[in-house]
């Protein structure tokens, strides 16, 4: 190897190993500067995620109130302005909530995500709307004419019947529960309605429009409160609180 050779590759060596050294000293030197600044992004990480944990506690009874009245259904938009705080943390916070309970995700024609969460309510009443219809058995038909000799029975309303038939024992407990119980949100829906007055589901479906119907509800109430139907929130509330 030439001397020339080997001076060219110590000053290539030179070259490679100044800037190391400086780095080394820098790192030395600075060592306490750059672990307190780490220690500080870590402490700014901590205190965000505990202010937004105890903002999320503030939104919750929100969130909750919003889900009841909307049978599971809410939007960005709700939440902002039920909670006067901006969209993006409102759909920050339903993010994490979809996340938390599976919940599935809509968007609506207007191009706005809208968010599903099933809740207790919301499947008993897509269960009710599931309700097949019963159907009568059809019975064959004898004229007085083919057998004179029998008399027709007094006719009864099968309908009736099948209306004011006994329903099962757990479904006749629950109806026994003590009003304030099943009031915890200030209404019930239909299927809840139809265990505390003992029918079927389907029996306060039919009667629920008629204007009879409050007078009708509070024969069949254990505790004789008179229920009205409300259109808007798909609901029943006692019509005369107070009276028993």
């Known amino acids: 190897m030439s001397e020339k050779t080997i001076e060219s590759d110590g000053k290539g060596f030179l070259v490679l190993l100044l800037p190391i050294s400086f780095l080394i000293i820098f790192v030395v030197a600075t060592w306490r500067i750059w672990l307190a600044l780490i220690l500080l992004v870590l402490a700014f990480n901590v205190w965000q995620l505990y202010t937004w944990q105890k903002w ?28 006067n705080f901006p969209g993006e943390r409102a759909k920050r916070y339903l993010d994490t909530k979809a996340s938390e309970f599976a919940a599935s995700t809509v968007n609506s024609e207007d191009g706005s995500k809208v968010y599903q969460f ?16 019963k159907q009568l058995e059809s019975q064959p038909v004898v004229t007085q004419q083919a057998l004179p000799f029998l008399v027709p029975p007094t006719p009864q309303p099968v309908l009736q019947e099948l209306e004011t038939e006994p329903l099962p024992q757990p479904i006749q407990e629950e109806a026994k529960k003590p009003l ?4 915890m949100f200030g209404s019930l829906i239909q299927s ?3 265990k505390r007055l003992n029918v079927y589901s389907s029996t306060v479906y039919k009667r629920r429009d008629d ?18 139907y409300s259109r808007k929130t798909k609901e029943f509330f006692p019509a005369d609180e107070g009276k028993s």
């Open 56 to 83: 999320c506690q503030k939104v919750n009874p929100i969130f909750h109130q919003l889900i009841r009245e909307n049978q599971g259904k809410i939007t960005p938009m709700d939440l902002a302005i039920k909670g």
């Open 118 to 133: 099933i809740t207790a309510s919301t499947l008993g009443s897509i269960l009710d709307s599931s309700e097949p219809p």
């Open 180 to 183: 304030e119980k099943q009031l």
């Open 192 to 194: 809840e309605l139809a």
């Open 211 to 228: 204007p009879d119907f409050p007078e009708w509800s509070r024969t069949k109430d254990p505790d004789g409160v008179a229920w009205k």
